[in-house]
């Protein structure tokens, strides 16, 4: 069956740190992975998204993330994280019966 | 110019009620979501329709039923509202309804059953 485990539920960085989210996916075909956004109190908006091609996906934010086929995986990450970062992010993969499979999500705090 | 809007943003109501919800979206896309989020973040499909087609129909209680005027609109209705409705629903919306296509998210309406 097709899943999303995003194995950290809450991360804590400081303002400026390094940030990596993990995602791990289950799905038989080529993949379509998404990382979406939601800030408190707003709706999910697409970070980036990848279907083919470099595996090395850029973002809108700064942010990047990796397709690792062979790990089943498409982290996010970011080399210096702002304060406005703090959010909760979904991670997501598209399956073939036209849904988003969508993780549990990451809850992001920054420490100032 | 908002893509995605929802109306109202707070909804709070008493047990047994009915409520409506409704979904705009302005970006002329073909295909149109509503989802939930429970308390603990968890994003569940609800719905989708394409071109006022339903094509998704998760396990849903037929309390809940959607509606299509056209393709730029998508209204939910709850008919007996009950505590455990209490969430965030989201509309969304995307060009088509492939799994390849990005949805774009309305801000979210908060509903509260008392």
């Known amino acids: 069956a097709q899943s999303v485990t995003q194995p950290d539920i809450h991360i804590t960085v400081s303002e400026g740190a390094s940030l990596e989210l993990r995602c791990n996916y289950s799905y038989g075909a080529t993949p379509y992975l998404f990382w979406y956004v939601q800030s408190p109190g707003q709706g999910l908006q697409l970070l980036l998204k990848?279907?083919?091609?470099d595996t090395l996906v850029q973002g809108i934010k700064g942010f990047e993330a990796e397709f690792k086929r062979s790990q089943s995986s498409f982290n996010l990450r970011k080399p210096s994280v702002h304060w406005s970062d703090a959010a909760e992010y979904f991670c997501?993969?598209?399956?073939?019966?036209?849904?988003?499979?969508w993780g549990l999500g990451t809850s992001l705090a920054v420490n100032p | 110019d908002t893509a995605v809007s929802q109306t109202p943003k707070y909804l709070v109501t008493q047990m047994g009620n009915d409520k409506s919800i409704k979904c705009e979206q302005n970006?002329?896309?073909?295909?149109m979501y509503w989802y939930k989020q429970d308390s603990k973040k968890f994003l569940k499909i609800m719905f989708s329709y394409n071109n006022k087609e339903l094509i998704i129909n998760e396990t849903v209680p037929n309390r809940f039923s959607p509606k299509s005027p056209d393709k730029a609109h998508l209204n939910l209705h709850i008919n007996s509202l009950e505590l455990g409705d209490s969430a965030v629903y989201f509309c969304?919306?995307?060009?088509?309804?492939?799994?390849?296509?990005?949805?774009?998210f309305g801000p979210g309406t908060r509903l509260l059953v008392l």
């Open positions: 969304a919306s995307s060009q088509e309804s492939s799994p390849a296509e990005t949805q774009y």
């Open positions: 997501a993969v598209g399956s073939n019966n036209r849904k988003l499979i």
């Open positions: 990848y279907f083919s091609g």
């Open positions: 970006l002329g896309h073909d295909t």
